[in-house]
């Protein structure tokens, strides 16, 4: 049965037999699998093309990004480490008149919040989270709650 021979292993018949049955069940799955892919791939040539829709925008079309100036100085502690931070806001277009000045109130009151920071408090993932919470919160009650958010584009820690 099988093609064993006594005491021998598989023997050549027994090998051709293995093999043919084989490739015949992998060309069956094979074809079967091609065949239901083929109709899907129809089906879905066929139907309608459904327009991309993007996300919402965020922030609504009132409003715009300027970039502030980047603000370098050293932190409270330790007295010898600086810090260097690039940052953008998003703020209202009609309810702010001159974004050039308010941008630089922003950096100028970000200057004097990062000299009150320690590495201590900025480093990891939740410093940082901590921190950008923080600068939002200060350029929103800078600005009278005209700045959306301030995006911080890089921190640097020297």
């Not at 004097?112 to 920071?117: E, G, I």
Request: aromatic share 4%; hydrophobic share 45%.
């Amino acid at each position: 049965m099988f093609g064993f021979a006594k005491g021998e292993g598989l023997s050549l018949r027994g090998w051709v037999g293995t093999v043919i049955v084989c490739t015949i069940i992998a060309a069956g799955v094979g074809g079967g699998l091609g065949i239901k892919l083929v109709g899907q791939i129809k089906a879905a040539a066929q139907a309608p093309a459904i327009p991309a829709v993007g996300p919402a925008p965020k922030y609504g079309t009132g409003t715009s990004l300027i970039d502030l100036p980047p603000v370098i100085t050293n932190l409270a502690d330790p007295p010898n480490a600086w810090v260097r931070l690039q940052a953008s806001i998003v703020y209202d277009n009609k309810a702010v008149p001159k974004p050039q000045l308010l941008a630089a109130k922003v950096a100028e009151d970000v200057l004097a919040y990062m000299k009150t920071v320690t590495v201590a408090q900025i480093g990891g993932a939740s410093g940082l989270e901590h921190l950008r919470e923080d600068l939002n919160e200060r350029a929103s009650i800078r600005s009278d709650g005209h700045i959306r958010e301030l995006i911080i584009q890089a921190v640097v820690v020297q």
